[in-house]
């Protein structure tokens, strides 16, 4: 009796995430279309009902939306599958138990093992509770969702014939993840954290060997979740990022440009600025620094580096995880490494 429940409940998994995911892909795919579409339409009836401006907005909005959803969609199947599929105690298993020496390595897993932001946040604090050194959770954090491989690659095609912008990102988020890593263990305080993370020594507790069989069958439906939440919030995200660049370049007179586009220091810090305000997710946020042609190479991979790590969204994320204080010390300090990251690794590659 209990073998036919179990193959039941495997069979109701694997068609509740074969069915999310022909519905995502398809949505994602329809998505395109129309705004491919859209794209060629709406400039000329722009041009009918309104002036210019509104179709050169029109034709950088679509152009974002239908560069960035192809890129958004593999990287929420990625980040899902991780989430449903990759156990937390394979970090138990690889990472080192000297503090210094873990940080690098969680950071750099998130070249392996990537995920979107807004599932690196709740990732990290269960990584925390099950007694990975909370300076690795927290590289990981940072890591994750800014040096895998979906990222590396929308970077590429949205800065194509400039493969020292791909080694910028990657030097300057690595970079950035790992020194606040380390930072971490120099000064971090765990009563700075909300959860109460196990005592150093203490095994995490074993659940029932029944219980661990039902929850392999329930990955399937953690699968289809995860990918319809994060590819519809974070597709929420791109449109508004695509709309935001759109507008910056259409609205902001150039005298205003000038006076930042002519100082390298201000370009930088006013597009650090925006990546927190715009939110949007990293799978796209390069097709959105493409769009804003006017910057310096520098400034535009600040845009890159302090958007997967420093958000609006971000904060609110590790303020509901891991409590206000710790949200605002973090982010402060992971803005500053980022943006430092950024104009350094600028200066030596690009």
Request: proline share 7%.
């Amino acid at each position: 009796m209990d073998n036919q429940r179990s193959v039941r409940s495997v069979a109701d998994g694997v068609r509740l995430a074969a069915r999310a995911l022909v519905y995502t892909v398809l949505g994602g795919l329809a998505l395109i279309a129309i705004a491919t579409v859209v794209s060629v339409l709406g400039p000329m009836v722009a041009l009918d009902l309104a002036t210019p401006a509104m179709a050169a907005w029109w034709t950088v909005f679509t152009a974002v939306v239908v560069q960035g959803v192809p890129f958004l969609l593999l990287g929420t199947l990625v980040s899902a599958a991780i989430g449903a599929f990759v156990p937390e105690r394979v970090f138990n298993r690889l990472l080192p138990r000297n503090p210094v020496l873990a940080v690098p390595v969680a950071g750099a897993a998130g070249v392996v093992l990537p995920g979107c932001e807004c599932a690196s946040v709740p990732v990290a604090g269960s990584l925390m509770r099950r007694g990975v050194v909370p300076a690795a959770a927290l590289a990981f954090l940072l890591s994750a969702p800014a040096i895998n491989p979906v990222v590396l690659v929308a970077t590429s095609i949205a800065f194509p014939g400039q493969p020292l912008m791909v080694a910028a990102r990657l030097v300057a988020s690595l970079a950035t993840a790992v020194v606040m890593g380390w930072l971490w263990v120099r000064f971090g305080k765990d009563e700075w954290l909300r959860p109460r993370l196990p005592k150093p020594g203490r095994a995490p507790a074993r659940t029932p060997s029944r219980r661990s069989r039902r929850s392999r069958w329930s990955r399937w439906d953690d699968f289809r979740s995860g990918l319809q939440h994060d590819f519809l919030h974070a597709g929420g995200f791109l449109v508004v990022g695509a709309a935001a660049a759109a507008t910056f370049n259409i609205l902001v007179p150039r005298s205003v440009l000038d006076v930042f586009t002519g100082s390298p220091w201000l370009s930088v810090l006013l597009l650090a600025v925006l990546a927190v305000v715009l939110c949007v997710c990293s799978e796209a946020d390069a097709f959105v620094a493409a769009s804003l042609s006017g910057f310096s190479p520098t400034a535009r991979l600040a845009f890159m580096v302090v958007g997967p790590m420093v958000d609006l969204k971000l904060f609110a994320l590790q303020a509901g995880t891991f409590g206000r204080s710790f949200a605002v010390r973090f982010s402060s300090a992971t803005w500053l490494v980022a943006v430092t990251s950024s104009v350094l690794v600028g200066w030596w590659l690009l």
